[in-house]
Each structure stands twice: as structure tokens, then as C-alpha cells.
């Protein structure tokens, strides 16, 4: 019976799961691994939150809403039984609040916009002049090299 280490078994089931989501033989046939032992794998993985693994979104959200009513006495028991920080809750419960939040408290003030449209305004301009200065300094410096080979040749005759 073989016997695989957790981070070959950790990169088969990803490929499983989303984004990849590839089917079960494929990968089954690419690691020359029986389809019952991958399936098994992907089993065990999405029963549960992984410990000190990556953590799914459905399971961070899980987490959060047994974590909601909890003291911080037992926010943190319960954390330590599942190898997670709560300061990544406290990561997970901001990022969910903003995935969540409104999409008219996303979009910045008409006062803001305009402000916004001002200084972009300004930036281009600036970075129009210092274009044509380049422009010119270039030019300048070309005909300059022109100029001293014509004069130079002419010395030499």
C-alpha cells in the first residue's frame, strides 16, 4: 500500500475543488492514484474545516457564525481546537462585511469624484509638457550632434 505525504494529498484535492475543479479521473490518471482514494480525500477535506490548512470560503463562514455569540474567553478555546488565530476571524468578519456592504457605500461622493477628476486633469497636463520638453531636448540634441559632424569634417579638408 503506498503511502502519501500530506502536501501531494493537499495538491490533488485542490485541483478537485474550485477554481480548478478538474474531474476525478483526470487527476485520478495524472497521479497515478485510484479514483477511490482521490475521492476519499476530497471527502475528508470538504467535511470539515482543514487544521492549519486553507480554509474554504463556506467553512470561514461557518467559523464566523459560531464564533458570532461566543465571550472572547471561549472565542479563543475554540480557536486553538481549530489552528486558527482570531485575529484572522477578525480578517475574515471585515472581509465578508465588506463583500456584503452596499454598493452605494462603495461609490465615493459627487464633491470627491470631481476632486478626483481636478487632480487627474492637472496630472495630465503636467505629463503632456514634460513629453513635448523631452521632445524638444531631444531634438535639440540631435541636431547639436549634426551640427558638430558637419563642422568637424569640415576642419578636416
Known amino acids: ?32 492514484i485510484g479514483v477511490g482514494t482521490l475521492l476519499r480525500w476530497r471527502e475528508r477535506a470538504q467535511s470539515g474545516p482543514p487544521r492549519g490548512g486553507v480554509w474554504t470560503t463556506g467553512a470561514r463562514m461557518e467559523a464566523l457564525i459560531t464564533t458570532a455569540g461566543m465571550p472572547e474567553a471561549g472565542k479563543s478555546t475554540w480557536c486553538r481546537e481549530q489552528g486558527v488565530y482570531p485575529v484572522e476571524l477578525n480578517k475574515w468578519c471585515a472581509s465578508a462585511t465588506a463583500a456584503l456592504a ?6 465615493a461622493s459627487p464633491p470627491a469624484t470631481r476632486s478626483d ?24 540634441l540631435v541636431l547639436s550632434k549634426k551640427v558638430s559632424a558637419l563642422f568637424s569634417k569640415g576642419e578636416d579638408e
Open 102 to 107: 452596499d454598493p452605494e457605500d462603495l461609490r
Open 1 to 32: 500500500m503506498a503511502r502519501y505525504g500530506q502536501s501531494f494529498k493537499a495538491k490533488a484535492v485542490a485541483r478537485l475543488l474550485p477554481p480548478e475543479s478538474a474531474a476525478v479521473e483526470l487527476v485520478a490518471r495524472e497521479a497515478c
Open 117 to 140: 477628476r481636478k487632480r487627474i486633469k492637472e496630472l495630465e497636463r503636467e505629463l503632456l509638457r514634460k513629453d513635448r520638453a523631452l521632445a524638444e531636448t531631444a531634438a535639440l
